[in-house]
């Protein structure tokens, strides 16, 4: 119970997060050496989570008389909390919830390590690109340095592409498991937060019929508002903590990229490369500096016993000095060496964060949930109790124990956690059939379409071929006609070879209607083989879609729209307050897992 009422504690300390975030925003400091004003707006916020936190909550509800409706929906009320706590609701939310916490770390400390990648994989194409522009190649072969010069540019940006990649992949990794584990701490607090309804209603009926200020001044219940009132105060403590060791993550990462940029110099002789690497560097210094900042102004009053003032201030000074005389490996050393220091220092101030996390917050919150459920466990006995003799007096009967068995479990709360995963297995197996009967249906258009274009070109080759027959037959009979003109020439002859002529006239006839004959099979034949191999090619087609649409099947069906968000030198204090939203949980998941096997295909 405690820990279903840290998720709500939680949520009023983002609100008030968010507005120091904006009063921040809106007086923006110039110099960074300067410190932020611990007597500032900080103060003025702890204030109101303080007295928020203390302010004790009247139950304020209409007087009315005990009846047995109002009795059996306060039993109900009771079953119904039992059999929640019988399920251990409430250990198995610490549990997944503790699995989140531990997933959203690695996932802070992967979330920047891809960002800067993104960083130096877009620096080393605009590298690339810069050489292999025509006046700088041709520069540079003058002087014989072009080869090596682009050898080197290709080779860090290739291994700028591999790195960015294995990043994303190892990012969409833990956030699916992170994700994952949200998801079932959010089931399992959803069932917390009905056991919290129930005990409220149950409060409210109970002051409607006996009292409210009678109820509030029992010594259990004023126990149990100062038990709510530190475990708010431990549990904001540790929401502000973990977002403080991202902001530090980030800090650590941007100064370590800075330091490999410096550490080039002293293999760089031109003086705007020099001081092309040293802006590049120096950027990265000074988005370390801002998020260590943001991290002291977000604890407010916390002394940090590493990375001071005095030694941020010493480490801005030493890079503004670089700037006067590049060329001088002196003052380049003295950087190098003051980050250096800085990074050792940064590294043992994450620890410490790390040692007051785990062993000092932690530990307080779970004496602080364990002391709120044990109170709570006893004001609800008693109010119990105080509703049997008050039942007595105004029903005159007694509370049966069997009116409080809770019997048997309900199967439909049991292993929702592998219906969840069934679930979303389902979908995603029916997302992918979908997407296979959408092929098919288009490859069934596709093969109807290539069929009634084949028939076409049947029908085209029959009127061409059925042409050219009757054009010759007409040739045919034009050449017999001219031939009988010729033989009235030889009038003198005629009536002597009349008869063989028209024995020849019969022969030729024949000869043509077995001409014909022939001609009509062979083209009969040539149609029969042209639609057996249109047939052939369409069989083909059908079996090379269908082994493409095999292979298909076997990769990745779903295209997530992933968006990845542009990087910024600013500090990058709400990405990890975002990653306690609860909202669209689920559907982030779903986009997450398919992003996954997006990656690995």
């Keep these: 119970m405690g820990n ?154 290739d291994s700028a592409i591999v790195k960015e990649e294995t990043s994303f992949k190892e990012l969409a990794t ?49 126990e149990l508002e100062s038990a709510q009132d530190w475990l708010q105060r431990v549990t904001l403590a540790k929401f502000k903590w973990t977002n403080g060791r991202a902001l530090l993550i980030h800090a650590s990462i941007q100064l370590s990229y800075g330091l490999a940029s410096w550490e080039e110099l002293q293999q760089i002789n031109g003086a705007r490369s020099r001081y092309f690497t040293v802006v590049e560097a120096r950027n990265n210094f000074v988005n370390s500096i801002n998020n260590i900042q943001s991290c002291r102004v977000y604890l407010g009053r916390v002394r940090f016993p590493y990375v001071t003032e005095e030694e941020i201030q010493s480490m801005e000074l030493a890079i503004q000095n670089a700037f006067n005389d590049l060329q001088s490996n002196v003052a380049l050393k003295r950087v190098l060496t003051i980050c250096q220091g800085m990074q050792d220092k940064l590294n043992s101030l994450i620890s410490w964060f790390d040692k007051v996390i785990n062993q000092t917050i932690i530990r307080d919150l779970d004496k602080a949930n364990a002391n709120v459920e044990k109170l709570w466990t006893q004001t609800r006995e008693l109010r119990l109790e105080l509703l049997r003799k008050l039942v007595h007096e105004k029903l005159g009967r007694e509370i049966e124990p069997k009116e409080l068995d809770i019997g048997e479990e309900e199967e439909d709360d049991d292993n929702f956690e592998e219906e969840e995963v069934r679930n979303e297995e389902l979908e995603l197996s029916v997302g992918e059939v979908n997407n296979e009967e959408g092929e098919e249906e288009n490859l069934n258009g596709e093969v109807v379409d290539e069929e009634r274009g084949f028939e076409s070109e049947d029908e085209l080759r029959r009127g061409e071929d059925k042409s050219e027959n009757e054009e010759e037959s007409e040739g045919n009979q034009e050449e017999l006609v001219e031939e009988a003109e010729d033989g009235g020439i030889e009038e003198n002859f005629r009536e002597e070879d009349k008869s063989e002529n028209e024995e020849d006239r019969g022969i030729e006839e024949k000869l043509r209607e077995e001409e014909k004959s022939r001609n009509k099979e062979k083209d009969r034949g040539i149609e029969e083989g042209l639609k057996e191999e249109s047939k052939n090619e369409v069989k083909e087609e059908k079996i090379r879609e269908g082994n493409k649409r095999h292979v298909h099947r076997k990769k990745v069906i779903f295209v997530p729209n992933h968006q990845i968000a542009s990087p910024s030198t600013s500090s990058i204090t709400l990405s990890s307050q975002n990653l306690y939203e609860n909202g669209l949980r689920k559907s982030n998941l779903k986009e997450i897992i398919k992003i996954h096997f997006l990656n690995i295909k």
């Design 174 to 222: 833990i956030k699916a498991e992170y994700s994952r584990a949200q998801l079932f701490a959010n089931l399992y607090r959803e069932k917390c937060e009905k056991l919290e309804k129930a005990h409220q209603k149950q409060e409210e009926i109970f002051c409607s019929v006996n009292g409210s200020a009678e109820y509030m001044d029992l010594v259990p219940v004023r």
């Design 4 to 157: 279903c009422l840290s998720n709500i504690f939680i949520q009023r300390g983002m609100d008030l997060i968010f507005r120091f975030l904006q009063l921040r925003q809106s007086n923006p400091t110039s110099n960074l050496s300067h410190s932020p004003n611990p007597e500032g707006p900080v103060d003025d916020i702890q204030d109101e989570i303080r007295a928020e936190g203390t302010q004790r909550v009247r139950i304020e509800v209409p007087k009315q008389e005990l009846t047995e409706t109002l009795l059996q929906e306060y039993l109900e009320l009771e079953r119904m909390a039992r059999r929640l706590e019988r399920k251990q609701v409430l250990s198995n939310w610490e549990t997944k919830n503790h699995l989140a916490d531990e997933a959203m770390r690695k996932l802070v400390h992967l979330e920047a390590r891809h960002k800067e990648l993104k960083k130096q994989t877009e620096k080393a194409r605009t590298d690339l690109e810069h050489l292999e522009q025509p006046g700088i190649r041709a520069h540079l072969r003058q002087q014989g340095i072009y080869v090596s010069r682009h050898e080197r540019a290709k080779e860090l940006s």
